[in-house]
């Protein structure tokens, strides 16, 4: 079961109208969303297979996207390997990583039955999903999973990881074998692909990017080739060039709204390009917002199917809270109207 010009996208094959999918589009904005938290923790509309399905069925009814993603978040490995997590509302984590307390990350082996509850929501999620409809599944990357751990989060100069790179091997020891069985059983419950969402990556310099989150990536989707795809941010020109790696087996990769998206179809060789309209740009009016739309479509519209191949139409990052419902709508059926 799968999307048909999702499919397309994945193999590279030409065609005029792209896959639409966004990140988060599954979320706070939507009224589907809001109904279900009022009633229910975080927590359980992640850990409980038919709410979890129900809060990413919401979406691909309302707004009839082509790809429906696992509704989860990126820091339970965190939490099976010992670290604890609660959301208040944001997440925190009990305790941050240091030297004097790694030892106290579990054994991931006895920590991956933890997540195993993520291969029964895309079981359930893919059984509630029409046929047509693509199925995602998603983990955290490595980086971004040891800023979490050191700092709590991703956001600053990560200042704190950067000058804790003496606990990156024994950190990627614990979690690695981890995030490789996470991945195998969401393909198993039926995951299509997995992203890797590694959202504090462009905090890297290119020569730290090179050394600490290639051979990670490397190694996890020589594990899984063809089957993992990679979104970073905010990644630079030479950022990407390190991951046309003829030996990183990539499915694809997402890009931020800094791109123009032409130039990501060029910079990208693998699978699909994801991306990438301005988030914010949502909040326009409608007047204005339909306008900036069409001159983002326009010179996409321009370019031949064999141009566009792999594209993956969405945003450059998640859909953000209070984003207007009428104008995702919008945005959906103009991208195929331009494009039918």
Known sequence: MSNEKFYNALNRIPQNCPPIWFMRQAGRYHKHYQNLRSKHSFIELCKNPKLAAEVALGPIEDFDFDVSIMFSDLLFPLEALGMGLEYSPGP????????????KLLDPNLAAKDLEFQKEVLIETRRRLPAEKSLIGFVGGAWTLFTYAVEGGHNGNMIKSKSSLGLWGSFNEHLLPLLKQNIKWQLDGGAEIVIIFDTSAGTLSSDL????????????????????????????????????????????????HRFSMSSALQ???????????DQSLLFLDHDNFAKTLAKYLQPLSELSP?????????????????????NVHYFVKTLRSMFS
């Not at 925190?92 to 030892?103: D, F, P, V």
């Not at 064999?306 to 009428?326: A, I, M, N, S």
């Open 306 to 326: 064999e141009k566009r191949k792999g594209w993956v139409c969405g945003l450059g990052h998640g859909v953000l809270p209070q984003t207007p419902e009428e």
């Open 267 to 277: 910079l990208n060789n693998k699978g699909f390009s994801q991306g990438n309209f």
């Open 92 to 103: 925190k984590l009990n305790w941050h990583l240091n030297e004097t307390n790694i030892s």
């Open 209 to 256: 990017f090179a050394e600490l989150v290639v051979p990670t990536l490397q190694l996890l989707a020589n594990e899984f080739p063809g089957k993992l795809g990679y979104y970073g941010k905010p990644l630079t020109t030479d950022h990407y060039a390190l991951l046309q790696n003829d030996k990183l087996f990539l499915a694809g990769m997402g890009f931020d």
